[in-house]
């Protein structure tokens, strides 16, 4: 019974047409963050950010004239679900908001302003400059944590290496598809958006520990084991927790969503996307890279390629 | 059911009403939550210090002095818990919770403060202007100006109910307001606040004829009621004693805040329902136990914002309620194990003990991961500037993943033994979807 059931789910087995889907995803967003790229919020290239609530109905291409005739052409505008406009400009300073805000009211009668946020260049430099470290430090913090972690298995570093290479994979998704949201809806890279990116580090490290530790497991059971096999068994036993426990973190967040509006929608989104991501990656990459690692399947990759460099020297 | 069994339930069942009390009222001086700027509303502002005016080595100096003054003036709007410190060595942050006339404060914080007084002077064009009155003193050339002022001014009515601001001269202030009075008898005098000439209630610029020599006091004349005695609480406050440049300002009103909190705690409440929901449809008892494990949780970590307090933003209750979707997790593993273990035909007992000896070191070693993920974003957040809601989420994650880790593995094995020898232990398919149907 158990033999079959593993049987049906070759997880393993099918693991290049993982790479594929993995890769296809990944190429997507990367041409989309080459050609449309990724709009920074204030917080990453400065400038103020202003959310606008009109007390009548306004169009957003009125909105978009009248910001030009009071001399703000190169805003972007942003509608929220709830029907306010985020209003994005060069770094105003009191004087200049005051005239911008006092043209809007000219124009289209009472407008109250719930949220109002400046930075400037000098500031948005130091806040990339420590999302980068803090990325970096992360990577660099789990990498040495699952190697230290997987210690006394043969080979501990690839544990760790395939482990980073599965958050590089869910980070790059969660990017890609950002930039193509970004594109559509006028979405910028915020804080919550770094938050997000780092939330769901964790979350896929997390899940593809939770493999690797039933690897590691049933290795110590079965010495003489084929890795392979070993692998395959660890994902289909822990499938069931992967898929419940990505189902509990989706439903409460699928929850904020819903309930709490455009303000970290960011964060909300990118945990989304991240969330699936880490659940295939951590079920489908990080494991079956295990697997090529330890195979050196790269040498049949390199033996398929038209140029056959690898094999010259024979 | 062990004797053991029974003192770790009743921690467990203490713990638990201490959370609860903890939550519904006032204990060890915290009332209420503490609530960050975005739920409460408020401004958070950075200010840049510009020292090239300061003395070398002077710089801390002059900053713990714009600090002070800075806090004087915030006295005056009568705002609860202000935050005004330094950052580094040349920043300063306010932090102004709760304040609805945002831009009143703003105001009052970046003003100079500084009333000058200035005479008529024929240019090189031909027309008049008006340039700083200077006198002086000592061998010294000094502008007449209010940081001669004592820092004792106030607003009175005169005889035909007209309002005067009244100031006096301090030593060296005296010096020169008797050499300028005394050569500007008969001409005016202009009266400048923070280089804009001062207008009085009529709209026009205040600038009277001087009458006669002045020494000690003076006063200004022709200023509202209101303003005059803004004026005079903003001068006895002091002047900030260098240029401060505004780099980072966050505001929001606190009706944006109020909405939050309600849109957030209906987003928990329903994201709990669900979860729970799903526990139990899929692990039976065991996820029943698992959810009152979830309502132990949710109590504990509620309390410990409360208590510590944690500053709760909004990405921090995100951080809150994404951590119950992973507090789960821990069960959700030593259920799976614990299936597992039925199917080789384990008794409940025996099962439950395996399951979680043998979820432990997957739960320790993925729960550690987050932990190096939530230290390093706390170490960003508190590292940056506006890097508030990056903490904030990162502070209610760790401490969500600390206590989810005690949840599922005392309080969860503590209900489930409970089962063990009772007279549903034989029924193990209650505790575990599926594990029945493999035994048959």
């Known amino acids: ?171 790059l998704v969660a990017l890609g598809i950002f930039s193509i949201l970004g594109g559509i809806l006028n979405w910028q890279v915020n804080m919550m958006f770094i938050t997000g990116i780092l939330a769901v580090i964790g979350y896929s490290v997390n899940n593809t520990v939770v493999i690797f530790d039933r690897i590691r497991e049933n290795l110590r059971l079965d010495i003489n084991a084929d890795f392979e096999t070993v692998v395959n068994n660890s994902m289909v036993e822990t499938l069931g927790r992967s898929i419940n426990t990505s189902l509990t973190t989706l439903i409460v967040v699928l929850a ?55 094999k010259a020297g024979e | 059911m062990s004797t053991r069994n029974l003192i770790t339930l009743s921690i467990v069942m203490a713990l638990f009403a201490f959370a609860v009390i903890a939550l519904l009222y006032p204990l060890f001086g915290r009332e209420t939550m503490r609530l960050g700027l975005d739920l409460r509303g408020g401004i958070h502002m950075v200010y840049q210090a510009d020292f090239s005016d300061i003395e070398k080595g002077q710089e801390g100096e002059a900053i713990d002095g714009a600090i002070a003054v800075i806090e004087r003036r915030i006295n005056i709007l009568g705002v609860t818990e202000p935050v005004i410190q330094k950052q580094g060595t040349d920043r300063i942050l306010v932090e102004l919770p709760g ?34 009155a200077t006198a002086v003193v000592n061998g010294q050339e000094k502008e007449l100006n209010s940081a001669f002022f004592k820092e004792n001014t106030y607003v009175t009515t005169g005889q035909l109910g007209e309002v005067l601001l009244v100031f006096e001269w301090n030593s060296e202030g005296k010096k020169i307001s008797e050499e300028v009075t005394g050569r500007l008898i008969g001409e005016p005098l202009g009266i400048f606040l923070s280089g804009e000439p001062l207008l009085g209630d009529d709209g026009k610029p205040i600038a009277p004829i001087v009458r006669s020599k002045i020494s000690d006091r003076g006063q200004i004349e022709g200023l509202s009621l209101n303003e005059a005695q803004e004026l005079s609480q903003l001068l ?74 944690v500053t709760l933003t909004l990405a921090g209750i995100g951080g809150f309620i994404v ?43 993925s729960n550690i991961t987050t932990i190096i993920v939530c230290l390093i974003l706390i170490w960003v957040g508190n590292s940056i500037v506006g890097g508030a809601p990056v903490a904030g989420f990162a502070i209610t994650l760790l401490i969500g993943v600390l206590v989810s880790m005690f949840s599922a593995i005392v309080v969860t094995r503590t209900l489930l033994r409970l089962f063990v020898g009772g007279p549903l232990s034989k029924r193990t398919y209650l505790f575990s979807a599926w594990a029945g149907k493999e035994n048959v």
């Not at chain 1, 005739?69 to 805003?75: E, P, R, T």
């Not at chain 1, 991240?274 to 659940?279: D, F, V």
């Not at chain 2, 449809?281 to 914002?305: E, K, Q, W």
């Open chain 2, 236 to 309: 006895n406050a002091g002047r900030i004693p260098l240029p401060l440049t505004p780099i980072y300002d966050q505001t929001v009103s606190p009706v944006l805040g109020a909405d939050f909190i309600n849109m957030s705690v209906k987003a928990g409440v329903i994201g709990i329902i669900l979860v729970m929901l799903f526990m139990t449809a899929y692990y039976r008892v065991s996820g029943f136990l698992a959810n009152l494990a979830l309502i132990f949780y949710g109590a504990i970590v509620l309390a410990i914002f409360k208590l510590w307090p």
């Open chain 2, 99 to 132: 304040i609805s006339e945002a831009d009143k404060a703003k105001k009052l914080i970046g003003q100079t403060a500084l009333i000058e007084f200035r005479e008529l002077k024929t240019s090189a064009g031909g027309g008049e202007e008006w340039v700083p």
């Open chain 1, 1 to 171: 019974m158990h033999g079959l059931v593993k049987k049906m789910f070759d997880i393993a087995g099918k693991r290049f047409q993982f790479f594929l889907i993995s890769g296809v995803v990944i190429l997507i967003g990367i041409i989309s963050l080459l050609t449309v790229g990724l709009k920074t919020g204030v917080e990453f290239s400065s400038g103020s950010l202003l959310t606008v609530d009109f007390e009548q109905a306004v169009a957003r291409d009125e909105l978009k004239a009248a910001l030009a005739d009071l001399g703000h052409s190169n805003v972007i505008i942003q509608r929220t679900g709830a029907g306010d406009y985020l209003i994005r400009t060069r770094e105003l300073n009191d004087e200049e908001k005051k005239a911008l805000e006092a043209g809007l009211e000219a124009r289209f009668g009472k407008l109250t302003e719930p949220e109002f946020s400046s930075v400037s260049p000098m500031i948005a430099t130091e806040t990339v400059r420590t999302a980068v470290i803090a990325v970096a430090v992360a990577a660099v913090g789990i990498l040495l944590y699952v190697t230290w972690a997987f210690r006394r298995m043969p080979r501990p570093f690839h544990y760790g290496t395939c482990a980073i290479i599965a958050l590089i994979h869910d980070a």
């Open chain 2, 323 to 365: 951590s119950i979707g992973m507090a789960v997790d821990a069960n959700v593993l030593i259920f799976e194990r614990m299936k597992e273990e039925i199917r080789t035909g384990r008794t409940l007992g025996a099962a439950i003990e395996a399951g979680f000896n043998r979820a432990w070191t997957a739960i320790r070693d």
């Open chain 1, 256 to 310: 904020l969503l819903f309930f709490v509006g455009a303000t970290i929608q960011n964060l909300v989104a990118v945990l989304i996307i991240g969330i699936i991501a880490g659940t295939f990656s951590s079920i489908c990459i990080a494991p079956t890279l295990l697997v090529v690692w330890d195979k050196k399947e790269w040498r049949r990759f390199i033996s398929w390629l038209p140029f056959r460099w690898a």
